[in-house]
């Protein structure tokens, strides 16, 4: 019986992964920059330019999206550690895609390595 640690190892062995260091030049050649973690957590923070499709709707939301339909389009993916971004890599790359990276350690590396996050300005009702 696998384990889901399993099933990211085997991801991330399909998939193009990318470290911190090189991310402002991977992101710069990026056609999406997509945040596949929770709403709630991509409030928290996420990388500039980022749009958030959580990885249990990436499959139905992708096809549909405007610009996104060509299977060469250059496609980054993101989540907190890079677990759920690998998977939703290999996931992609069965689908065709085949210009998907990943970044390796997830935000938290991004924001380890100094990089700043967005976080959306709630409206006040003072």
């Given at each position: 019986?696998?384990?889901?640690?399993?099933?990211?190892m085997a991801a991330k062995a399909r998939i193009n992964e990318f470290s911190v260091?090189?991310?402002?030049?991977?992101?710069?050649?990026?056609?999406?920059?997509?945040?596949?973690?929770?709403?709630?957590?991509?409030?928290?923070?996420?990388?500039?330019?980022?749009?958030?499709?959580?990885?249990?709707?990436?499959?139905?939301?992708?096809?549909?999206?405007?610009?996104?339909?060509?299977?060469?389009?250059?496609?980054?993916?993101?989540?907190?550690?890079?677990?759920?971004s690998a998977l939703a890599g290999a996931s992609l790359a069965e689908m065709g895609?085949?210009?998907?990276?990943?970044?390796?350690?997830?935000i938290d590396a991004w924001i380890e390595a100094g990089n700043t996050v967005v976080?959306?300005?709630?409206?006040?009702?003072?």
């Amino acid at each position: 019986m696998k384990t889901a640690h399993d099933l990211v190892m085997a991801a991330k062995a399909r998939i193009n992964e990318f470290s911190v260091t090189d991310a402002h030049s991977v992101l710069v050649n990026a056609d999406v920059l997509i945040d596949v973690r929770e709403p709630a957590e991509f409030q928290q923070g996420h990388i500039s330019g980022a749009i958030n499709i959580p990885r249990g709707l990436l499959e139905f939301k992708i096809g549909s999206m405007q610009g996104l339909d060509s299977r060469d389009t250059q496609i980054v993916l993101y989540c907190k550690t890079s677990g759920r971004s690998a998977l939703a890599g290999a996931s992609l790359a069965e689908m065709g895609y085949i210009n998907v990276s990943a970044l390796s350690g997830g935000i938290d590396a991004w924001i380890e390595a100094g990089n700043t996050v967005v976080k959306p300005e709630l409206p006040s009702f003072d």
